[in-house]
């Protein structure tokens, strides 16, 4: 099992940032978190950005140049950098961790980001 808590949302105006953290604990020495997502209201949830094992960074077009995904294995946490957030920005954000032997995926409960002016 392993527990994410997903921390640092908010309210901003456009052009501004915001960095997202999501601690894990568990049987993490066995699992990563390879991912943040996002779902806006009546939208499909959707990969914003991931991050393979071996440190390998991928993006979202829509967020390409904006956005940063880290991991901090030491601290067990990662992070997602947004910069430049826009209004279609706004959504509930998940970070997700894989067991390695399984393949099997654990969620946070999310953080609110509302990009408004």
């Known amino acids: 099992q392993v527990q994410l808590v997903e921390s640092g949302g908010g309210s901003v105006q456009p052009g501004g940032s915001l960095t997202l953290s999501c601690a894990a604990s568990g049987s993490i020495l066995r699992a990563y978190v390879r991912g943040w997502y996002r779902q806006a209201p009546g939208k499909q949830r959707e990969l914003v950005a991931a991050?393979?094992?071996?440190?390998?960074?991928n993006y979202a077009d829509s967020v390409k140049g904006r956005f940063t995904i880290s991991r901090d294995n030491a601290r067990n946490t990662a992070y997602l950098q947004m910069n430049s957030l826009k209004p279609e920005d706004t959504a509930v954000y998940y970070c997700v961790a894989v067991l390695r032997a399984s393949g099997n995926d654990y969620w946070g409960q999310g953080t609110q980001v509302s990009v408004s002016s």
């Open positions: 991050l393979t094992s071996g440190g390998t960074m």
